[in-house]
Each structure stands twice: as C-alpha cells, then as structure tokens.
C-alpha cells in the first residue's frame, strides 16, 4: 500500500462548480496536512495547513481531515479559471519535519 | 510579503559537472529544506537543515549532494558530478521553529529547473 495516494486526475469542471479533491495516507504517524497548489513550472504554494480533525476554512476553500479513515479532502467552492492548476497534498508528522506529497491533481476549470 | 527564493531559474550543464543551487529562505525562518520534482513525477524530499548541519537526508540525498549555508541569507545545494538522471525542478523551501511542540508550514520557492545533458 503506497503512503500517501491521490486521483492525478485530470478533473475538468465549468467555472463556478464545487470541487473536491481527496487524498488518501497510510502512515498513522502523520499528525499534519497540508494543500499545495502549483502552477506549470511553478513551486508549490501552501493553501491550507490543518493538524487535527474536522473542517478548515478559508475564503472558497475548505480542508477537511479524518483521521479515523485516513483520509483528507480540499473543497473549492465557485471555483475560477484562475483556480486551473494541480493540487498537491503533503503530509508530515512524527519525528520529522519533511513533507510526504501525493503525485498532485491537475484541475482544469472551463470558463 | 516574505518570499524564499532561488536563483538561477534555468540551470545547462554537461553530465560529470558540478553545479550549485542557491536559495535565500524567509529571514526569520530556521529550518530549510530541499526537494526535487522530476519532470511528471511527485515532489520528493531530500534533506532538512537546521542549526548548521543536516538534520535528516533522504536515500536520493547520497555523497553526491551537499549542502551549505555559507552566510546568514544562503542555503545552497551542490551536486559534485551530475548525472541525466539530476535532471529536475529542484525547490527550496524554509519554515520557522516549531511552536507549542506542532511543525511549522513549508514555504517554496519557485525553483531551479536543472537540465544535464
């Protein structure tokens, strides 16, 4: 079973659609989340941060962790073209402070 | 706002080559890291810096790289004899201490694209 998996997509929806990302983790000692987005060629850009479970918001977009099911997932709400990029998941916890991606969801959002 | 950020943005170099990266991480931030991402493939960790030494390396991370904070503003990463397979986006990133025992947030720069011919 891979550590961390995430649908690479591509997920092609029309402007103003809710979008849900999700990722999937099996390493219990990973105590932080995190969503990155990334533009072509860019670096990643920290979008939301989370270390327990439940829902966080910001603004269009809403991180939910469950740890019980080991399971996270980023909502975009009245998403935009600007929003059309890939989506990063990343994880960290235990005795270390490195991040563990998934392979990103690349979104296309269609005006 | 703070950015971190790496020059050069585009990196040529002919296999066996030394190059190295250079970073300039978020002022007040005391962990500093580098990652790679090969063209198509995940972001994946190579080695976290802190108070001067390595504070965790990763199995790509092998005798080939090192690492240096050379003056109070850089963090540089040298490969000493590049190989094709060097061939990647490779990201700095800087976060601060921890805070009421909890990890701070990562934060990246644009990148270096290496190519190795």
């Known amino acids: 079973q891979k550590e961390v998996e995430q649908d690479p997509g591509p997920l092609s929806v029309p402007e103003g659609a809710i979008v849900s990302l999700n990722c999937t983790y099996s390493?219990?000692?990973?105590?932080?989340f995190m969503w990155y987005r990334q533009y072509s060629r860019k670096g990643p850009e920290l979008l939301m941060y989370?270390?327990?479970?439940g829902n966080k918001e910001d603004g269009r977009f809403t991180a939910q962790v469950d740890k019980s099911s080991k399971y996270i997932s980023l909502f975009i709400r009245d998403s935009q073209p600007s929003d059309s990029a890939t989506y990063l998941c990343?994880?960290?916890?235990?005795?270390?402070?490195?991040?563990?991606f998934g392979t990103g969801t690349l979104l296309a959002v269609q005006p | 706002e703070p950015e971190v950020t790496q020059t050069p943005s585009h990196q040529v170099t002919q296999m066996g080559q030394e190059v190295i990266l250079r970073c300039v991480p978020i002022?007040?931030?005391?962990?500093f890291y580098w990652y790679r991402q090969i063209l198509g493939q995940k972001v994946e960790f190579l080695v976290s810096?802190?108070?001067?030494?390595?504070?965790?390396k990763s199995e790509i991370f092998d005798d080939q790289f090192s690492v240096e904070r050379p003056d109070g503003s850089n963090f540089t990463l040298k490969i000493r004899s590049t190989k094709l397979e060097d061939s990647a986006m490779y990201f700095c990133?800087?976060?601060?201490?921890?805070?009421?025992?909890?990890?701070?947030?990562?934060?990246f720069g644009p990148g270096t694209r290496l190519t190795v011919l």
């Open positions: 002022s007040n931030h005391l962990y």
């Open positions: 990343a994880f960290a916890g235990g005795a270390t402070n490195k991040l563990i």
């Open positions: 390493n219990s000692a990973f105590q932080y």
């Open positions: 990133a800087s976060s601060e201490g921890p805070s009421s025992g909890r990890i701070k947030e990562q934060f």
């Open positions: 810096f802190y108070n001067n030494e390595i504070s965790e």
């Open positions: 989370t270390y327990s479970s």
